[in-house]
């Protein structure tokens, strides 16, 4: 092939590029495009490879013109991929549009229930207390009259702390304290309140405690209570059973029936637990109550005085009453919930109901 065919091949391979250019139509055609007139195998390269075997002034007009058009070709793929580079992938945002919300989270039916159930106490004038939840034996049970072979006090009955397993930050055992462990109830609060206060006292303390209780239905290894407590010179029984049942008719409506029967703990005395009629059946027995018509919702009694020895009151100037309830056995009577482990299981189709 002489100088003027490779020139007239050259005119062709330009116009063939343009239509070709013009008609891709992605940034793979583009490539595509690349590899066929800039590539090793391209006309431009072999039409290269020629210049050696013709004479030297030929040769360099004609390597002028291929370098011309190589360059030319080079540029026009570099604007077309910079036109695919802008151009926008989607349809422009109209910011007049109004946005979509974000879901808006909402507070755990526990946590909603415990702050009902504190609603109605904090306007009787409890001041609402808080602890730890790492407490010892002496807060946790010997200041609450519980005997040191009371079943509740076995390691499978409470998670003590070992200090071997936690390294140098663990709690150690304390001669008059006792052992570390996770409290099974809120009542060791109380003890750190009135360890720390004179009377008279009038508190509240919710939170969480621990058992080992095999998880089911009904049990949680981890759940809520709120304990109150009143300590003055004069409150008494007739005064216990006017806070709680003014709590219930605000908890549960005032048509609600109630009654006290005798029961025993070791930190109160006489003790008693509380039992509301049955919502579902008005007290005449179903499934829901095991067909007894009513429903234990809390446990309360006068202060033992042993525990106000414990705390260093006197017991013949203070005298006062306590009570303590879990706050998912109310979350389930109120909510008609059969099932504690619901709580916990964080599935939002059951915590978006509430």
């Not at 058009?69 to 604007?79: C, D, G, Q, Y």
């Not at 056995?329 to 915590?351: C, Q, V």
Request: glycine share 10%; proline share 9%; with cysteine.
């Amino acid at each position: 092939m002489d100088t003027e065919q490779i020139r007239h091949s050259l005119t062709e391979l330009g116009g063939t590029f343009a239509q070709e250019l013009a008609q891709a139509g992605s940034r793979q055609a583009l490539e595509q495009l690349r590899v066929k007139y800039l590539g090793r195998k391209s006309p431009l390269s072999v039409h290269l490879k020629r210049l050696g075997s013709l004479p030297a002034e030929e040769r360099a007009l004609l390597g002028k013109d291929l370098n011309i058009l190589k360059v030319s070709f080079e540029n026009r793929l570099a604007e077309a991929q910079q036109r695919f580079s802008e151009r926008p992938a989607q349809p422009p945002v109209d910011v007049t549009l109004p946005g979509a919300p974000p879901p808006m989270g909402r507070l755990h039916p526990v946590t909603q229930t415990m702050q009902e159930i504190v609603a109605c106490f904090v306007p009787m004038g409890f001041e609402v207390v808080e602890g730890p939840e790492l407490d010892n034996e002496f807060n946790n049970f010997d200041a609450l009259n519980i005997p040191r072979d009371h079943p509740s006090r076995e390691n499978f009955d409470t998670f003590f702390i070992d200090p071997a397993s936690g390294g140098a930050g663990a709690p150690r055992p304390d001669p008059k304290l006792g052992r570390p462990l996770l409290r099974s109830h809120t009542s060791p609060v109380q003890i750190r309140v009135m360890r720390s206060r004179k009377p008279p006292l009038r508190i509240l303390v919710p939170g969480r405690v621990y058992r080992p209780d095999p998880l089911d239905a009904s049990h949680s290894f981890m759940f809520h209570q709120v304990e109150g407590l009143m300590v003055d010179d004069r409150a008494n029984f007739a005064d216990l059973k006017g806070v709680l049942g003014l709590f219930i008719e605000r908890l549960f409506g005032p048509s609600t029936k109630t009654r006290f029967r005798p029961h025993f703990f070791p930190f109160t005395e006489p003790s008693a637990e509380v039992d509301i009629a049955c919502a579902g059946c008005g007290g005449r027995g179903c499934t829901t109550c095991g067909r007894k018509g009513w429903l234990e919702i809390l446990g309360c009694g006068m202060v033992h005085p042993n525990v106000f020895k414990a705390v260093g009151y006197d017991p013949r100037k203070v005298q006062g009453f306590a009570f303590g309830l879990g706050v998912e056995r109310i979350a389930m009577l109120k909510h008609g919930i059969r099932d504690i482990r619901l709580f916990f299981e964080n599935d939002l189709r059951f915590l978006e109901q509430f």
